[in-house]
């Protein structure tokens, strides 16, 4: 499949099943149409509320009588749920979609993971394009073949592997995402940075000024970092079997406070921060980092906050870390920093050592 990279840098995503570009830059939306394969039909799953900000420059490359379909979702966890992929099937047959018809997942995490998962498994697989809104979808959650819904039980509980043909990612529509959206997207980069590429950390470390002012320049160059960061680690490790794990640095106990919290208190990029800090705690007890690494990552991570604080007992935290999904037959997985660009899975991190780490990130919570 070809697709029209004109004046727009592109990254290859190549894993051991499937192929793709994934397009980084400014006025992509404007020109879209052109860019995609050619279909009898194209289908849109948007949220009332992007599509509202967005329509207008969405469909202003397409001729009037060919016009792609649009399904809703509304925004929010909640509706991450099976029975809105069972809905979204129902649409997508009575509008008449084949197994030839093409779906743009276009908005934030959600839509992504909901759109994939969508594509995944109607009429066993259809082709579908990723066109990420929000800054972590573009950083993260849009490359990599990963969707799902949750369970009332957990998560991100269902899902399936099923890349997209390409993804569009265009800088622009970060215009209008809230300032807090933004700086959890930011947290997702520096994880990036510390865990595989020291000069993208280095870059955050030292413009952050500019990054928050939201510089084209400044954001292009973390987001196709943090992408060419997450490309090379799935081409490598695909199914998580191995290198892929490293994408948690920071997320056993950042999810752990996500469950303690009911999701209802923090952004999970945000969650994601304190639990980055837990984290290098950690590296600093195994050596693996030292107490000046770890302090410039510290101060990295608070120069893009404020992170929000929360209440939580120690013990709940630690409960929830200790059910973390990366861990297998009673054996702990924790990633910790190696120094500044690389990092590893440690299984001897101890519960003492947890402990001592969650009570240390509660003090900083307490102090802030
Ligand atoms: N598949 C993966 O590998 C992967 C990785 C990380 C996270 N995820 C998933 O991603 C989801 C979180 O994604 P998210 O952080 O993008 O949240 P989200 O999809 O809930 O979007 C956040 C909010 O921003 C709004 N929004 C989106 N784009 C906007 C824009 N351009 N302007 C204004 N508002 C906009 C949305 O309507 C929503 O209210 C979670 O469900 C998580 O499980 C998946
Ligand atoms: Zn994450």
């Not at 908005?107 to 759109?115: A, C, P, Q, S, V």
């Not at 469950?259 to 639990?275: D, S």
Request: proline share 4%; hydrophobic share 45%; aromatic share 8%.
């Amino acid at each position: 499949m070809r697709y029209d990279k004109e004046n727009v840098p592109t990254i290859q995503v190549k894993t051991a099943s499937a192929k793709y570009p994934v397009l980084v830059g400014s006025g992509i939306l404007p020109t879209l149409q052109r860019r995609l394969p050619k279909r009898n039909r194209v289908f849109v799953l948007t949220s009332p509320e992007i599509w509202a900000l967005w329509s207008k420059r969405f469909l202003s490359s397409f001729p009037k009588g060919e016009l792609p379909s649009v399904l809703f979702l509304p925004a929010g966890e909640q509706y991450k749920r099976m029975a809105q992929v069972e809905r979204l099937a129902a649409e997508l047959a009575s509008a008449g979609a084949d197994r030839g018809s093409l779906l743009i997942a276009f908005g934030g995490g959600i839509i992504g993971d909901m759109g994939g998962f969508l594509a995944a498994i109607y009429m066993r697989g259809i082709d579908y394009i990723q066109m990420p809104s929000t800054l972590l979808a573009q950083v993260d959650s849009s490359v990599g073949g990963k969707t799902g819904a949750n369970l009332a039980v957990g998560k991100n509980l269902i899902g399936s592997f099923h890349h997209p043909l390409a993804v569009f990612v265009d800088i622009d529509l970060l215009q209008t995402l809230p300032d807090r959206e933004l700086r959890a997207g930011l947290f997702e980069s520096i994880k990036a940075g510390v865990i595989r590429d020291a000069r993208l950390f280095r870059f955050m470390e030292q413009n952050a000024e500019s990054i928050l002012k939201r510089d084209s320049k400044a954001l292009e160059y973390l987001i196709a970092a943090s992408i060419r960061m997450k490309a090379n680690v799935v081409g490598i490790d695909e199914r998580e079997s191995g290198l892929r794990m490293i994408l948690n640095f920071g997320h056993t106990v950042g999810h752990a406070i996500e469950t303690a919290t009911h999701y209802r208190k923090l952004l999970h990029g945000e969650a994601i921060a304190w639990g980055m800090l837990a984290a290098l705690h950690i590296g600093c007890m195994h050596g693996t980092i030292s107490s000046t690494q770890a302090d410039r990552i510290e101060r990295t991570i608070l120069a893009y906050g404020p992170l929000p604080t929360f209440k939580v007992t120690a013990a709940k935290l630690f409960d929830a870390a200790s059910h973390d999904k990366k861990n297998r037959a009673g054996i702990r997985r924790f990633v910790l920093p190696d120094g500044i660009g690389n990092a590893s899975v440690a299984e001897n991190v101890t519960d003492t050592e947890l402990i001592a780490a969650i009570d240390w990130m509660l003090s900083k919570v307490r102090e802030s």
